[in-house]
């Protein structure tokens, strides 16, 4: 018998009201396959049925609106249609006995016109572009000078988010992860880079996290917070993210967090390989940050199943996130039971497409 099969990652354990059977979490990974409308797939289904045994699966991220888009092909939760096509998917992974959560995201400034509706600039704390390039219907343009929200719209953007909420709760997934990493428009609220406000919403730290705060309340309104998780990347540079201070930052955002009672949190520990850090970019050790969060904590990034071990027989994480591997490996957790190397996906197939380098990779049985 496989030793590996003793490590902690394979005991049951609790995520708030979340009952794990194992510890190995499947991290969201953008795929680029809904149709139009932003509508989830039957492909869809197969897909993350195939990975139910993870202990929770966190789906790719899901646009609480259509200002919320990014990237071509992905879906949506903002319509009664895409919650009931949604619903197919959580009863497919239910069939195999998996957990699945929904993660709700905005992109916010991380769009471009040619996806939003009406040709609309993509929103954002302030008006500032993203260095670099964006992929778009039209191929990679320029990022554009987005809309800085006004108060008023962002009031409408937390109604999306607890809309957002409902709608995955009559979908039947088990939980909610709220997005609040990557560059996107929770984090960009979040970090002085992106956030040049002077009203409640920027300028102290207090302010930045006002907008997170507001839709963890307003999605705790409508899912128990102990079925509710949030993601937070303090070092990620992706989507021209930096914070001048982020120990201050997010050891005040975590211990906000953790007074609201909440199933987990979920942090991209490092960089998750999306991007490099500038020059002189202030970075903080996630070892400083913990004891500002004393709830269930899902570590992520770059971990192997011997580290993801580690991390969970020295009680510093509850469970341990895996994404990239998920992709080539429905079946993650038998081969790291089995001491099984892990297929490398094909880059060409990571986003859009369809079955091929999606729902055609071989489990170990076959």
Not at 28 to 57: E, N
Not at 58 to 85: D, F, H, L, M, N
Request: include cysteine; charged fraction near 15%; glycine fraction near 10%.
């Amino acid at each position: 018998m496989n030793t590996f099969l003793h490590s902690p990652l394979y005991t049951a354990t609790h995520l708030g009201d979340l009952a794990l059977r194992n510890r190995i979490v499947m991290a969201p990974l953008t795929r680029c396959r809904a149709a139009q409308g932003d509508m989830p797939t039957p492909l869809m289904a197969t897909y993350y049925q195939q990975r139910a045994t993870a202990g929770l699966i966190v789906s790719e991220g899901v646009q609480i609106s259509p200002r919320g888009k990014g990237y071509v092909g992905t879906p949506g939760i903002y319509t009664e249609a895409q919650s009931r096509a949604w619903r197919r998917i959580t009863s497919a992974v239910h069939a195999r006995g998996g957990l699945i959560v929904l993660q709700l995201w905005h992109v916010g400034r991380a769009s471009h016109s040619s996806l939003q509706p009406g040709g609309a600039l993509p929103v954002a704390p302030s008006a500032l572009a993203i260095p670099g390039l964006v992929h778009t219907p039209r191929g990679k343009l320029p990022f554009e000078t987005p809309h800085a929200l006004t108060v008023e719209e962002i009031d409408g953007v937390v109604e999306e988010y607890r809309h957002a909420a409902r709608l995955a709760m009559d979908a039947g997934f088990d939980g909610v992860e709220i997005h609040g990493a990557n560059g996107y428009l929770l984090d960009q609220f979040l970090r002085d880079g992106a956030n040049r406000r002077t009203d409640a919403y920027g300028g102290s730290v207090q302010n930045r996290a006002r907008l997170l705060l507001r839709v963890v309340d307003a999605v705790t309104s409508v899912w128990p917070a102990s079925r509710v998780g949030v993601r937070l990347s303090p070092n990620n540079p992706f989507n021209g993210m930096r914070d001048s201070d982020p120990f201050r930052t997010f050891s005040y955002a975590m211990a906000q967090l953790d007074t609201r009672g909440l199933a987990y949190l979920h942090l991209v520990e490092h960089q998750a390989g999306l991007g490099q850090p500038e020059a002189g970019m202030p970075m903080v050790d996630v070892q400083r940050l913990l004891p500002y969060w004393h709830g269930a904590y899902v570590a992520n990034d770059g971990y192997t199943g011997d580290s993801a071990a580690a991390a969970v027989s020295s009680g510093r994480a509850r469970a341990v996130a895996f994404g990239v591997p998920f992709i080539g490996n429905p079946d993650v957790v038998a081969r790291l039971a089995e001491g099984a190397a892990l297929r490398r996906p094909d880059p060409a197939t990571l986003y859009g497409g369809g079955a091929h380098g999606y729902t055609d990779y071989a489990p170990l049985a076959a």
